[in-house]
Structures are given as structure tokens and as C-alpha cells.
């Protein structure tokens, strides 16, 4: 792997449209939690205001921050029957593949359940699949995983959905790509740019290609 072009994916909002389902768990969950909820057409707005100021506005604790996160990526164990991958991401995955291209992926959400998601969707083989359960940052994981890998920085691309993957990447010294379709959206990205924001799949392939080539 040490010659080849590595892309490494976030999983949640980025391979798998899971904001749906993330957003109706954690309204399920803001009683108990003393939460308030959040309704689709608040999203764009919570975005604009960023995680903490969001946070501020939705009575969400830092310290129970990390309680709720297990609850629900506990109760997604259970419903991701009900998650979909992105729109043309198996086939893209697929034709970085047979150009040659690794693949990974390094996600906060359970590897096994992950893998069990790729297993029943038809992605292909993906070359590691890394769970890193920190909140605020995969900096750390995403070094060890090119120490291991024997990667060099300068041929490893990150592409995630959320403003926290795109400072790990510039703190890790690799490229980030972000997508829309995630938690984050367009707004939220802009306001520390990656080196690229794609809007579809194919604008992503593209971005891609431009880079490895």
C-alpha cells in the first residue's frame, strides 16, 4: 500500500445517510436526557451557529455529550436496517478499486456494525476499518493508521461530513474532502473549508481523481 493513493471515509453521513435516523433517536432520547428536540427544518439554522452555540440552544450539556452519543449509537445497532448507503457511493468505491486506489474507513461508530452494514449492501472489501471513539477529534487515529499502513501523508485523502474531520485532517497534514449530505451540510463546512465541498458522488469522484492523477 505504501505506493498507492489511500482514501479514508468517515461512515456516518458521509458512506451511509444516517442523519435521519440520528436525528429521530435523539429526539426520542431528549426527555430523558433533558434535551430539546430538533425538527429537519431547524437544521440548517443549528448549523449556521455551529456545535457549540447549537448545543447552548438544544440544552445539551458538554459532560452528557458522551452518555447520549453511546445511547444512541446503541439504539443505531438496532435500526440500521433502515440506513441506506450515499447515492452511487458502492460504485464509486468500486472504480477507486480497480484503479488501484485503498480504501478505509475511520469512523466513531462500531466497526462490527459497520462492517456488518458494508457486508449487507454489497460494498466492496474496504482495506482496514477503524473505529475511533473520540468525540472531538481523529487526528490521532488517522496518524497511527498511516504509521501502520506505511502511508504517506502526502497520498492519503480524508473525506468526512463534519467540521471536526476536516481540522484532524489539516492537524494529521493529509487532504480533506467534505460532503454535503451530512450532519454539517454546505454551511457548516465553509466555515473552516476542506480542500474540496462535493454536493453529489460524482462531484466527489471527480475531486478524487483530480487529485490522484
Do not use: C
Amino acid at each position: 500500500m505504501r505506493d498507492k493513493y489511500t482514501v479514508i471515509f468517515d461512515f456516518d453521513g458521509t458512506l451511509a445517510d444516517s442523519l435521519d435516523l440520528m436525528l429521530r433517536l435523539y429526539n426520542e432520547s431528549a426527555q430523558e436526557f433533558g434535551t430539546l428536540p430538533v425538527s429537519m427544518s431547524e437544521v440548517d439554522e443549528l448549523r449556521e451557529l455551529g456545535y457549540k452555540k447549537a448545543m447552548k440552544a438544544k440544552k445539551i450539556r458538554l459532560t452528557m455529550l458522551p452518555k447520549l452519543a453511546i445511547h444512541i449509537t446503541r439504539e443505531m445497532k438496532l435500526h440500521m436496517d433502515e440506513v441506506s448507503p450515499h447515492e452511487g457511493m458502492i460504485q464509486m468505491l468500486k472504480q477507486l478499486r480497480e484503479m488501484g486506489v485503498s480504501i478505509g474507513v475511520l469512523t466513531s461508530n462500531n466497526a462490527a456494525l459497520v462492517v456488518e452494514f458494508f457486508d449487507k449492501k454489497g460494498f466492496p472489501e474496504f482495506d482496514f476499518v477503524v473505529s475511533e471513539k473520540t468525540l472531538f477529534g481523529k487526528e490521532k487515529a488517522l496518524k497511527r493508521i498511516m504509521k501502520r499502513h506505511k502511508l504517506k501523508k502526502e497520498r492519503v485523502i480524508y473525506v468526512g461530513d463534519e467540521p471536526r474531520d476536516v481540522y484532524s485532517s489539516k492537524k494529521a497534514g493529509v487532504k480533506v474532502f467534505g460532503v454535503t449530505w451530512g450532519l454539517a451540510g454546505r454551511i457548516g463546512l465553509e466555515k473552516n473549508p476542506p480542500d474540496r465541498i462535493a454536493d453529489t458522488t460524482e462531484e466527489l469522484y471527480k475531486y478524487i481523481l483530480e487529485a490522484i492523477q
